[in-house]
């Protein structure tokens, strides 16, 4: 199994030091350790719960902008981190210190009393417990794997529970049918409690639709009782009693447009008094949320790009419906700037490198495969060799910055390029520079 440590990052050393990366699906460890700690879950503000299988980060990022634009302090755990482990754990708008991190671990450690438990276990316990700590107004949580069984699904009665769409990932443990991985993300649906559902397949939505009547939690679907839609460059979301109309979401792709106006339509089914048009507005026009389709202008690679004239950007998304959603927004750049496409790609090796590459045959990228630090990255040449599979033209490079000097070199044109095929593989590229690192 990957893990996820960056050995460079002394709080995840040390976490890692105790705390091996073993997944196990149920959240008997957690519930133990948040008793031993008089149950923080239980003294944070509104929960806003949040599953799915892409565009769960995006949608969170959206609330987070929406609810801060209406000048709420939000608590925010998230994950996987691209760089440093504090970005995982926001308290009230703020990523969360080494310091607060070192005297949190010494108390979470000495309440766990050397039980086992895992490293995204206690993550998780972390994150809450520095939230029971500082006063906020909102607390969103990102799922980690699925949603039954994973270790934020703790919560009894959330303000909201919210899935993204479902689709294939993580078959070896989700898997591999579409509907037991909807079967382990409707786990967070609970009873009497709103879900607000983006579109889904019809396997999917089955599954999700179920799960919400047994528990009688009324349900909003996109689509059905609410929609979100581009119409002249704007985010239009249709609600049950009104019809906004907004900015173009901050973050770049047609796919961002139902993120954002998912998360709109959290904010409204959430009704709190001080979320009004405008927070909504200013939220889904300034998001923050990197490594999603994300320009890059500073650092090494940045420079070098810049330099060339070349458009960098950089997504994590790795799997088949990340893929259709990339190929669609590198589209959009070359219907308005007809230039080359050129992907610099890594991937784990369990993933669908071929069903990733496949939505981009019609654009005709040239593809850099190259890996990354982990013991669980394909080889460069397997995802050549998918990217041909796909009917892509592909080499191999030792690593992302080779890649790029490769792709430059080879330009007769400037291109468009996408650094793309997973999260630590963005991380590590990231990683690189200190400009670049996630505020």
């Known amino acids: 199994m990957y893990d996820p440590i960056r050995a460079s990052d002394a709080v995840i050393a040390r976490l890692r030091a105790n705390h091996p990366s073993l997944i196990d699906l149920t959240t008997g460890r957690v519930e133990r350790l948040l008793a031993a700690l008089d149950h923080p879950e239980r ?3 509104p929960v806003i719960h949040v599953a799915g299988t892409n565009g769960k980060g995006s949608t969170v990022a959206y ?5 801060e634009a209406a000048g709420l302090k939000v608590h925010a755990l998230t994950s996987p981190h691209l760089v440093r482990f504090a970005e995982r754990i926001r308290v009230a708008g703020e990523l969360i210190t080494d310091a607060a991190l070192d ?3 010494d108390e979470v450690e000495a ?3 050397g039980e086992p438990i895992s490293f995204f276990e206690i993550s998780t316990v972390l994150a809450l417990h520095a939230f029971a700590q500082t006063p906020a107004d909102l607390c969103l949580i990102e799922v980690g794997l699925g949603g039954r069984f994973d270790a934020t699904n703790i919560f009894d009665a959330p303000a909201l529970s919210v899935i993204t769409p479902v689709d294939y990932d993580h078959l070896e443990m989700l898997g591999p049918e579409l509907p037991k991985i909807a079967w382990e993300k409707a786990g967070i649906i609970k009873q009497g409690r709103p879900v607000v559902v983006a579109r889904q397949m019809e396997e999917a939505l089955a599954v999700i639709e179920a799960e919400a009547e047994k528990l009688s939690a009324p349900m909003s679907l996109m689509g059905r009782d609410f929609d979100a839609w581009e119409a002249n460059g704007r985010l239009l979301v249709q609600a049950e009693d009104r ?3 907004l900015p173009p979401p901050s973050l770049f792709g047609p796919h961002q447009f139902d993120n954002a106006g998912l998360a709109a339509a959290a904010m409204l089914t959430l009704a709190h008094p001080r979320i009004d048009e405008d927070a909504i507005a200013r939220g889904v026009a300034s ?3 990197p490594a999603r389709f994300q320009r890059l202008r500073e650092g090494d690679l940045g420079a070098m790009a810049s330099a060339a004239g070349v458009d960098l950007w950089l997504d994590g998304g790795h799997n088949p419906h990340a893929g259709a959603a990339l190929a669609q927004a590198v589209g959009r750049l070359v219907a308005r700037d007809p230039r080359p496409v050129v992907l610099i790609s890594a991937m784990f090796a369990r993933k669908d490198a071929v069903g990733f590459f496949a939505p981009f045959a019609d654009l005709k990228p040239s593809v850099y495969a190259t890996s990354f630090d982990s013991p ?3 080889p460069a040449q397997e995802i050549a060799e998918a990217a041909r599979a796909a009917g892509l033209t592909a080499e191999t490079a030792a690593d992302a910055k080779a890649a790029l000097e490769a792709a430059l070199a080879a330009a007769t044109t400037p291109p468009h390029i996408l650094i793309c095929g997973g999260l630590h593989f963005a991380g ?3 990683a690189l520079d200190p400009e670049t690192w996630p505020r």
């Open 376 to 378: 669980n990255a394909a």
């Open 287 to 289: 998001a923050y949320w």
């Open 43 to 45: 003294r944070l503000p």
């Open 243 to 245: 019809l906004l109309d």
């Open 63 to 67: 609330m987070r902008a929406i609810a």
């Open 428 to 430: 590590e590229v990231l």
């Open 111 to 113: 309440a766990n009393a």
């Open 103 to 105: 005297a949190l671990i």
